[in-house]
């Protein structure tokens, strides 16, 4: 997700008012995927496809905690181990923001992450997903390094990779991106079903470029300059993180519309693939 405020600056899109109208919570959400297998040149190394209920594998997935504003004066409290804000049922993983007072926000959510058993350098990544809408909801799919071993230590000298964001005042409008130190690369894709069907947001990632796709559109690539981690900290572990904020300096920036809550992120399935070689 975009850290820094004077990205905003690019932003030049108008409220569109189709976003605003509140939604019931989605409970029932799965689609028929065939089991998840080998595809040609890749080999599955690692996925959950939420074939179980309850609390996310903890095997695979942790938390971020908290009301911090996670760099981007988010307002939501990211809460961990709470059903009401994630959760696997009825074969989706649901994260979902809600309006209510906890621990001193206005909202709450959850940010997942898989840092303790997903960490790759290059591969294909997919995440099939229904996104949410509403003024103020800014779900994200992306990636961030295990390591943190670069320049000053932090970001964006260390890289980020957003594979899916979505603002919900302009609806519809898909954002991919990298960060570093010497670029903030982006591209956008309207989709317009994103917020009432599935669809696979996917990046290829290798040591030359990133490509990243919704279906089998693609519609970004980065390529590495060769010039240093400046230009191309990918070249380490990443893993995902998927969240649902509420706010901040890009989902924020004409306001929250309370009505709209809940809003759900909805995951039918997550899956990393290395290359195989020949």
């Known amino acids: 997700m975009l850290k820094n405020i004077f990205l905003i600056t690019i932003i030049t899109f108008t409220i569109l008012s189709g976003g605003c109208n509140k939604s019931n919570p989605i409970e029932n959400n799965s689609s028929t995927n065939p089991p998840p297998q080998n595809k040609n040149g890749w080999q599955l190394v690692w996925s959950d496809e939420f074939n179980y209920n309850g609390h996310p594998d903890s095997t695979k997935w942790t938390y971020d905690v908290g009301n911090n ?103 519809e409008v898909i954002h991919a991106s990298i960060h570093c130190d010497n670029s903030n690369a982006t591209s956008t894709l309207r989709v317009n079903d994103a917020t009432a069907a599935f669809h696979v947001y996917a990046m290829e990632w290798s040591k030359d470029t990133i490509n990243i796709y919704v279906d089998s559109t693609k519609y ?59």
């Not at 004409?254 to 009505?259: F, K, L, Q, R, S």
């Open 69 to 171: 504003g996670w760099g981007n004066k988010e307002l939501e409290y990211y809460t961990r181990n709470r059903l009401q804000n994630a959760r696997v049922a009825d074969s989706v993983l649901i994260i979902e923001a809600d309006s209510e007072s906890y621990n001193g926000s206005n909202y709450t959510s959850a940010r997942l992450v898989s840092t303790g058993t997903g960490n790759w350098t290059y591969g294909r990544f997919e995440v099939k997903a229904k996104i949410p809408f509403g003024r103020g909801t800014w779900p994200a799919i992306w990636m961030l390094p295990t390591q943190w071993t670069y320049g000053n230590g932090g970001w964006p000298d260390n890289g980020e990779i957003d594979i899916m964001e979505h603002v919900g005042y302009d609806p």
């Open 220 to 278: 970004f690539t980065y390529i590495n300059n060769h010039t240093g981690y400046q230009s191309w900290p990918f070249d380490k572990d990443f893993h995902f993180v998927l969240n649902l904020a509420v706010g901040g300096n890009w989902g924020g920036l004409y306001g929250v519309d309370p009505t709209a809550f809940p809003q759900q992120l909805v995951i039918d399935y997550v899956r990393a693939y290395k290359k195989v070689t020949q």
